[in-house]
């Protein structure tokens, strides 16, 4: 019963945090590219555009909804559903942190410490694709058909070279779980160098997460294969006859993913909540060095904010007395166990959230001949060479 | 450990639940006016000459028989990586035989340019 309610006030608590962090993926997502571009992004709506998620979903939800009459309704309605659910579900594996006893009750941070983790991601990310395919193909419509068509044959092409670089690490870990993934990878090596599998003995491996990447981009229909959606030939795509919250439903399921496939490249890669040094060196006190120092330079630019942009003068301290909360919380000794490992593991997750939207304001996009050929002459035959090589200097080293 | 499933199924009903309600909210609030013109099948603008029902092209095909081979592969590497050090060396041997296979209908199929887009 207890492990229930405990059960229960965690689906909670994730659920909550995964629709907001969704909601303001896509306000990051837009306040670096313009960044990048030197404009200076969402900025009207809220200090700095922090309320556009809010005025998006309110757009979004009071626009007209148009259900095609050609359509196949089921389907039509079924396609947005699956995507963000199949996309939802896929967190429920990720161990945000090591098994902690708050309040006098012990429980993993994470929802389902299951021994199939792996297998579990990679089922709910292969079946991500329905939702794709039955969208283009339930709209009865040229563009969506051969959006859905090629984001298909994308998202299975590129399957097999993630699921060859994800078979690497198991090599040296032996196990499919995801918290145990991540406790072998603790300690260091002469006392400063991570023990994470980008580093790890006897073969390092830096090129399966290099491998993983790539086709995660492609997984997620990312710049540069976002071809699936690729406007200036197939207008929008798969979703091209969805509107309102069937559009948004897509919408959210692609940074679902997004966020479900950084949190596995951190726990296999980059071992997930486990800090970049070790805590003798003080690696616990690097977040309030970092949130108290941000709140300095929040406090610093709202004294001296320009004269066309007087509503930083009020906003920033809030900011500012906001950070300097947050890093109050990591030095209450209850709380410090819980927030230090999500704090590791939330950094390295946004990283590379952050490398995603990077690459998208870096590449051009591929041409679609380009992108098969790709994967199936390129990344294929490498994912299989690491693999063959990987598991050879293993054996050797074992033995 | 049936029990350790039970936050899967509990998030899964809210992952299903979840988009449903929000379709649903949204069909209440939105305005609904429908026309001709809108209920058109999107081709910027031009009238549909015919229905997406149609042929498309057989690569598709292909690349959907080729991930299937290679796919049961991936799944055979899985249990294999997993019994790692217990197999040893005997693992490397059956793990390099089941692969030379696989290599070969790999090279042959590169070679009937069935893995090239035209």
């Avoid at chain 1, 050609?70 to 559903?81: D, E, G, V």
Wanted: neutral net charge; charged residues 10%.
């Amino acid at each position: 019963m207890n492990f229930f309610i405990v059960s229960l006030i965690k689906t909670g608590l994730v659920a909550f945090a995964l629709l907001t962090t969704l909601a303001y993926l896509q306000w990051i997502e837009r306040k670096v590219l313009a960044h990048i571009q030197l404009r200076p992004g969402p900025y009207r709506v809220g200090p700095h555009g922090l309320l556009q998620p809010l005025a998006d979903v309110i757009k979004l939800v009071t626009k007209e909804g148009i259900l095609p009459p050609q359509a196949h309704t089921f389907f039509y309605l079924l396609a947005p559903i699956l995507a963000v659910s199949v996309a939802l579900t896929a967190i429920v594996v990720i161990p945000f942190g090591p098994e902690v006893t708050v309040f006098g009750v012990t429980t993993n941070m994470g929802l389902a410490d299951l021994n199939i983790g792996i297998l579990f991601i990679l089922a709910i990310s292969s079946l991500g694709v329905y939702g794709v395919a039955l969208g283009g193909w339930a709209s009865n419509s040229k563009y969506p058909l051969l959006g859905g068509l090629r984001s298909s044959a994308q998202m299975i092409s590129y399957e097999l070279p993630l699921a060859l670089a994800l078979a690497a690490p198991l090599l040296i870990m032996n196990t499919l779980n995801f918290r145990e993934i991540t406790v072998l990878q603790g300690g260091y090596w002469l006392g400063f160098i991570p023990k994470w599998n980008i580093f790890a003995g006897p073969f390092p491996q830096i090129f399966s997460f290099i491998i993983f990447l790539i086709a995660s981009f492609a997984e997620t229909n990312r710049v540069p294969f976002d071809l699936p959606e690729a406007e200036s030939e197939l207008v929008g795509g798969f979703h091209t006859e969805y509107s309102s919250m069937g559009f948004a439903s897509f919408f959210m399921a692609e940074y679902a993913n997004i966020l479900t496939v950084c949190c596995v490249g951190t726990v296999l890669f980059l071992g997930g909540w486990q800090p970049l040094w070790p805590a003798a060196y003080g690696s616990d006190f690097a977040p309030v060095v970092i949130l108290f120092g941000s709140a300095a330079i929040l406090f610093f630019h709202g004294a001296n904010a320009l004269k066309s942009r007087l509503w930083d003068r009020f906003s920033f301290p809030v900011f500012g007395v906001v950070f300097l909360i947050l890093g109050a919380l990591f030095l209450v000794p209850v709380l410090k166990p819980v927030v230090v490992p999500l704090f590791w593991f939330l950094s390295k997750s946004l990283f590379l959230v952050f490398v995603f939207i990077w690459i998208r304001g870096t590449l051009p996009r591929f041409r679609y001949d380009q992108l098969m050929r790709f994967a199936w002459t390129f990344l294929f035959p490498v994912a299989v060479v690491n693999l063959l090589v990987t598991s050879f200097l293993v054996a050797i080293t074992s033995n | 450990m049936p029990e350790g499933y039970l936050p899967l199924f509990v998030f899964l009903i809210v992952a299903l639940l979840f988009p449903v309600v929000l379709l649903w909210a949204a069909a209440l609030v939105r305005p609904s006016t429908p026309g001709q013109v809108k209920h058109e099948a999107y081709e910027c603008g031009i009238e549909a000459a015919s229905n997406a029902r149609g042929r498309y092209t057989v690569r598709f095909y292909i690349i959907s028989i080729l991930f299937v081979i290679f796919d049961v592969e991936t799944v055979f590497l899985f249990p294999w990586a997993v019994r790692y050090r217990q197999l040893g060396w005997f693992g490397i041997g059956e793990i390099g035989v089941f692969l030379l296979i696989l290599v070969a209908g790999y090279i042959w199929a590169w070679q009937k340019r069935a893995l090239e887009w035209v």
